[in-house]
């Protein structure tokens, strides 16, 4: 069984930086889409960054490339993602998630796979960005 467990969330005005953490229990190590995905009030959950353990090959939403970085501490079964420059437009719930997959790569686990298939989800944490 896998559990999530994300932290790092906050308040920053426009321009700042957060770092989200995930941490994971339970054997995530091969064959797993690891993704981050949003949602903001009245809008649908997005994918915004995902990770492919068995290739460690990773994929963005263009809305976030250049800003976001996903990052994997394998010793610390922990998913990372860095959020810099950030836009009121990002301020939403971030939650990460993750689903087997036998096959795949970062560009299949964000926009092949849907968030619907995401079997683990982990609590959420609130993003807030201020202008």
């Known amino acids: 069984q896998v559990q999530l467990v994300e932290s790092g969330g906050g308040s920053v005005q426009a321009g700042g930086s957060l770092r989200l953490s995930c941490a994971a229990s339970?054997?995530?190590?091969?064959?797993?889409?690891l993704g981050w995905f949003r949602q903001a009030p009245g809008k649908e959950r997005e994918g915004v960054a995902a990770?492919?353990?068995?290739?460690?090959?990773?994929y963005y939403d263009d809305s976030v490339k250049g800003r976001f970085t996903i990052s994997r501490d394998y010793v610390k079964n922990t998913l990372y993602l860095q959020m810099n420059s950030l836009q009121p437009e990002d301020t939403a719930m971030y939650y990460c998630?993750?689903?087997?997959?036998?096959?795949?790569?970062?560009?299949?686990?964000?926009?092949?796979?849907?968030?619907?298939?995401?079997?683990?989800w982990g609590q959420g944490t609130q993003v807030t960005v201020s202008s």
């Open positions: 990770w492919y353990t068995s290739d460690s090959t990773t």
């Open positions: 339970g054997n995530i190590y091969r064959d797993y889409c």
């Open positions: 998630a993750a689903v087997r997959r036998i096959r795949g790569s970062g560009g299949y686990c964000l926009r092949a796979v849907g968030f619907n298939e995401y079997t683990y």
